[in-house]
């Protein structure tokens, strides 16, 4: 009875490792996807928001936006790359039975922990600040141009990152990687997910509430030209408000199962080797979806700011007229070269003389 019960455990051991190995290539190919949907994503949002060509980037949130797109692009650039490495590496060494590749593996992974350290704890923060400032202007409309101006918002996104990356110095330094790993589990993911989720709620309460109040000025119609006015000077905040909530909602989403596998690691003790597999396993998920928040976040901005959208249509549609003149002239010249090759054009104060060579 138990050597069948052994046999079949050995079975099971076999098929979980061949499960994690093709999930660990499948997982390197999906980072490296989106490496590329990340950086580029971000990256033309930074460049938009950059041109600006219709000058509608100049509201202090902006800088909050700013401050998001740097950290997942930077995100992208380099933690994502790091960790296909080290799941493409993992399944080779081990195909290979090659141990000399675990070294470089180990080091993609303790850089990737410092720099994903830097740049999605400022991620947090920055979201934080920014639902903070939507409930301002939700809630204390008169006073947000007071409380939330342009030097205070670019102050706090550059604290924000100060104390990021100085947090994530401290594994460089000389701290023990676990107790590195759990003082940013503790105090930042969980942390985070508490006061965001905190954020959420008191945010989507007082947008319902707003809307509302619009509804019922617009319904009433000895107020519109209040409604007018208020629906005018709140249109901008209103986009940005449901861009928060959607941002929060992806981070809530996209974060808790890793914050998840990060507890069962640390606290689940006297694992079987089946289990250990089966959590690793499950990690690998979730690794994977934290992972995409940072490439949706983009998708969120094209879809809910119009001004994101007029701005990247400008540049594409702009590039595009500039390539076709550039060819009409360019052909115009070469069929004037090709018809009248003895004839030139002389400008004169008179007007344009032809004149033979």
């Not at 051991?13 to 093709?22: E, N, P, R, S």
């Not at 922990?113 to 979201?127: D, E, R, V």
């Not at 004839?343 to 060579?357: I, K, N």
Request: glycine letters at 4%; a positive charge.
């Amino acid at each position: 009875m138990s050597s069948n019960s052994s046999s079949k455990t050995q079975e099971d051991l076999k098929q979980i490792i061949q499960v994690y190995l093709g999930s660990c290539i499948a997982s390197g190919v999906f980072l490296v996807v989106i490496t590329l949907v990340t950086a580029l994503g971000n990256g033309l949002l930074l460049f938009a928001i950059w041109k600006d060509p219709f000058k509608t980037f100049r509201t202090p949130n902006i800088f909050f936006v700013i401050g998001l797109a740097v950290a997942d692009f930077l995100t992208g650039i380099t933690v994502c790359p790091l960790t296909a490495f080290q799941d493409i590496g993992l399944y080779i060494s081990v195909k290979r039975r090659d141990s000399s590749i675990i070294p470089s593996v180990q080091k993609a992974g303790h850089v990737a922990h410092i720099i994903s350290a830097a740049t999605m704890n400022s991620s947090y923060i920055i979201l934080l600040l920014f639902t903070l400032s939507q409930f301002i202007a939700i809630n204390f409309p008169f006073k947000q141009k007071v409380l939330v101006t342009k030097s205070r918002v670019i102050v706090s996104v550059i604290l924000a990152w100060v104390y990021a990356v100085m947090f994530a110095i401290l594994s460089a330094s000389g701290v023990a990687e676990t107790a590195f790993l759990k003082m940013d589990l503790y105090f930042h993911t969980t942390g985070s997910l508490l006061l965001l989720t905190i954020g959420y709620f008191c945010l989507y309460r007082a947008f319902k509430s707003q809307m509302k109040q619009l509804q019922f000025l617009k319904a009433n119609e000895t107020l519109g030209k209040q409604q007018s006015i208020q629906s005018r000077r709140n249109r901008r905040e209103r986009q940005f408000t449901i861009v928060n909530l959607l941002l929060l909602t992806f981070v809530l989403s996209c974060t808790l199962p890793v914050t998840v596998f990060f507890y069962l690691q640390y606290h689940w003790k006297d694992l079987t080797r089946l289990e250990l597999l089966r959590l690793h396993l499950a990690g690998l998920f979730s690794i994977d979806v934290l992972f995409l928040k940072f490439a949706l976040d983009p998708l969120i901005y094209a879809w809910r700011l119009a001004q994101y959208r007029r701005a990247l249509k400008s540049f594409l549609v702009c590039r595009r007229q500039r390539i076709h003149i550039d060819g009409v002239i360019s052909l115009s010249l070469d069929n004037r070269t090709l018809a009248s090759p003895r004839m030139r054009v002389r400008f004169s104060r008179g007007g344009v003389e032809l004149a033979r060579v």
